[in-house]
Each structure stands twice: as structure tokens, then as C-alpha cells.
């Protein structure tokens, strides 16, 4: 079956820090791939996407991810973390045939001053 | 341009009642899909619709719940009966191809079932 797996929960780091958040896919081919935020009582938020071709991403609000074929992963990253960065980050793919979006359980981020 | 605009924001049911969620696409999107997010998860597809069509339904629940998107107006998703595990935030999200390569998404619906 198709499946995003998001390991942490949550992660908490200080404003200024660097910020990994992983993601891993299962899935018969290469699906696409996004990552949303979500911030408290709001929809969510498209930050990068990928699809093909360069598997490093840029998006939105300094944020990338680079796609690694071999270890099925989509980790999101971003060099220095700001407190308005705080909140929910959610990992997705989607197969071509199947169109709808299948989510990962999300990673609370917390930010420290 | 609007974004996807759901409604109501909030919503409280007592348990055997109805709920209708409304959501309005883009402009120019005629592709909608609609998930569920339980409290402490990620959201989970239910139905994909384009104009008048039901695509896959193959997350909607097989009783109780409904999806239209008509010709004029928005798409609807109605739970009859509801149920206290009913209560979640339903999120609308739209695109304007079928291959779903940019969904953008409504802030959502919180039903809550009293």
C-alpha cells in the first residue's frame, strides 16, 4: 500500500537554527511530492513540490527539500529557523493514477527564542 | 482572486442530526477534493469530484456520508446521522488539472458533534 512516513512528532529548536524535518515514501514508482505547513485553526499551505528533474527543491518562505531516490526520502530543510516558522508540517505524494494526496501524521514544530 | 473559500468555518451537530460543508473551488478550477483530518493526524483523502461527476470515493465512509459538486454552486459534502467520531476538521482542497500537480486548500470546516 501507499505510504508517508513522517519518524518525529515533534521537534523543537531555537530561532536561528537549522531545521531538518524528514519524510519517507512507499510507493511503486516515483510519486510526486509536497510539503504543507499548516499554522494553528488554518488550511494548509503548499511550500515546494517536486516532480522530476532537479532533486534539489526551493519553495517558498526559504524552506527546500531534496528528494533522495535511494533512501525513498523527501527531507525538508531550512538553514535558520524563524519563531514565525512554529507550526505544523505535513509531507504528501501523490501517484499520477491516483490523483488524491496521501499525508504523512505531520511534525509539530516548536520554536524557542 | 479568492482562495478556496469553505463554510461554515465551525460547525456543532448533536449526534443524529445533519452536517453540510460547502466549498467554493478557485476560479477556473473544476476539480475538488475533500479530507478529513481526526484530531492528532495527518488528513485522509475521502472523494475526488469534478463538475457533476464523482471520481473516486474510495475514502468516504460507506454509509452516512455524501459528495456533490454540481453544475452551479459548490461542492457539498453532507454526513447524515451524525456521530460523536464524525467530529473533525473537513478540509476542501482544488486544482485545475486532474493530475492534482497544485491543490490548494480551503482553511477548513471543525465539526463538532455534541
Known amino acids: 500500500a501507499q505510504s508517508v512516513t513522517q519518524p518525529d512528532i515533534h521537534i523543537t529548536v531555537s530561532e536561528g537554527a537549522s531545521l531538518e524535518l524528514r519524510c519517507n515514501y512507499s510507493?511503486?514508482?516515483?510519486?510526486?511530492l509536497f510539503w504543507y505547513v499548516q499554522s494553528p485553526g488554518q488550511g494548509l499551505q503548499l511550500l515546494l513540490k517536486y516532480f522530476s528533474g532537479d532533486t534539489l527543491v526551493q519553495g517558498i518562505k526559504g524552506f527546500e527539500a531534496e528528494f533522495k531516490r535511494s533512501q525513498s526520502s523527501f527531507n525538508l530543510r531550512k538553514p535558520s529557523v524563524h519563531w514565525s516558522d512554529a507550526a505544523e508540517y505535513f509531507c504528501a505524494a501523490s501517484s499520477g493514477s491516483a490523483r488524491q494526496l496521501t499525508f504523512g501524521s505531520g511534525t509539530q514544530l516548536t520554536v524557542l527564542p | 482572486n479568492a482562495g478556496v473559500m469553505q463554510n461554515p468555518r465551525h460547525l456543532v451537530r448533536r449526534r443524529g442530526q445533519e452536517a453540510r460543508l460547502r466549498c467554493s473551488p478557485m476560479?477556473?478550477?473544476?476539480?475538488v477534493y475533500w479530507y478529513r483530518q481526526l484530531p492528532e493526524e495527518g488528513l485522509k483523502f475521502m472523494v475526488y469530484?469534478?463538475?457533476?461527476?464523482?471520481?473516486?470515493e474510495s475514502g468516504m465512509p460507506k454509509e452516512r456520508f455524501s459528495a456533490e459538486f454540481p453544475k452551479e454552486g459548490p461542492s457539498i459534502l453532507r454526513i447524515q446521522q451524525v456521530v460523536r467520531g464524525d467530529s473533525a476538521a473537513y478540509f476542501c482542497?482544488?486544482?485545475?488539472?486532474?493530475?492534482?500537480?497544485?491543490?490548494?486548500f480551503g482553511q477548513g470546516t471543525r465539526l463538532t458533534v455534541v
Open positions: 482542497a482544488s486544482s485545475v488539472d486532474r493530475l492534482n500537480t497544485e491543490a490548494f
Open positions: 476560479k477556473g478550477h473544476s476539480h
Open positions: 510507493y511503486g514508482a516515483t510519486p510526486y
Open positions: 469530484l469534478q463538475k457533476e461527476n464523482i471520481i473516486d
